[in-house]
Structure formats: structure tokens, C-alpha cells
């Protein structure tokens, strides 16, 4: 059983910067293809960023393209997502997620989920 643990949400004014965490426990980190989702009230949960096949590809939401960072320590099985230059947007809860299907940006191409973390940001 693979589970998904987010921590690091938060409350930051805009401008402002924080990161979340995502640990995986069950089976191996790095077995894994794995992305950050959101979902902001009364909206639908999005893509936010995700690895590729190779470690050092990366894919980011246009939203969030030069703001936020997706990185991961398979030591650790820790993933992370760095947010800069945060928005009032950018409120939402933020989810990790787990899968086969590397760089996807469906929520289909993920099968385990996080039960997210609170990122509001103010104005």
C-alpha cells in the first residue's frame, strides 16, 4: 500500500515564497512517477508540475512556469514543490500524487494520492 503524506502549507502574503513537502511510504520513491496537483474552491483539481522519464525533466502549468520548483530526494522519498512569487490564485490545497504514467498532466495518469496541504496566499 503506497501512501502519500503532504506537509508545509500554509498562510504567506503575495510575494511571498514556501515550500510543500510530499513523503511516500509503501514501496520504493523513485519506482514512481510523480506530479503536484491544486485545487482552489469551487474549482477543478489541475495540473501544477511533474518529472519526466530522465530526473532532470521537469513540466510545469503555465500559471506556475518560473515561480514554482518540483524536485525530489529518493533518499529521503521526499518530493517537493518550492513556490516563489506566490499569487491570491495560487490558494488552493495542494496534492501530490503518484503513478506509471511519467510527465503526465491528467489526473488520470496517477493512482495514489496525498490528502493535501492548505496554501493560502493573501493579498
Known amino acids: 500500500q503506497v501512501q502519500l503524506v503532504e506537509s508545509g502549507g500554509g498562510l504567506v502574503q503575495a510575494g511571498g515564497s514556501l515550500r510543500v513537502s510530499c513523503a511516500i511510504s509503501?514501496?520504493?520513491?523513485?519506482?514512481?512517477?510523480m506530479g503536484w496537483f491544486r485545487q482552489a474552491p469551487g474549482k477543478e483539481r489541475e495540473f501544477v508540475a511533474a518529472f519526466g522519464w530522465s530526473g532532470g525533466t521537469t513540466y510545469y502549468a503555465d500559471s506556475v512556469k518560473g515561480r514554482f520548483t518540483i524536485s525530489r530526494d529518493n533518499a529521503k522519498n521526499t518530493m517537493y514543490l518550492q513556490m516563489n512569487s506566490l499569487k491570491p490564485e495560487d490558494t488552493a490545497v495542494y496534492y501530490c500524487?503518484?503513478?506509471?504514467?511519467?510527465?503526465?498532466?491528467?489526473?488520470?495518469?496517477?493512482?495514489?494520492w496525498g490528502q493535501g496541504t492548505q496554501v493560502t496566499v493573501s493579498s
Open positions: 509503501g514501496r520504493t520513491f523513485s519506482r514512481y512517477a
Open positions: 500524487a503518484a503513478g506509471a504514467q511519467y510527465g503526465s498532466r491528467a489526473l488520470s495518469g496517477y493512482d495514489f
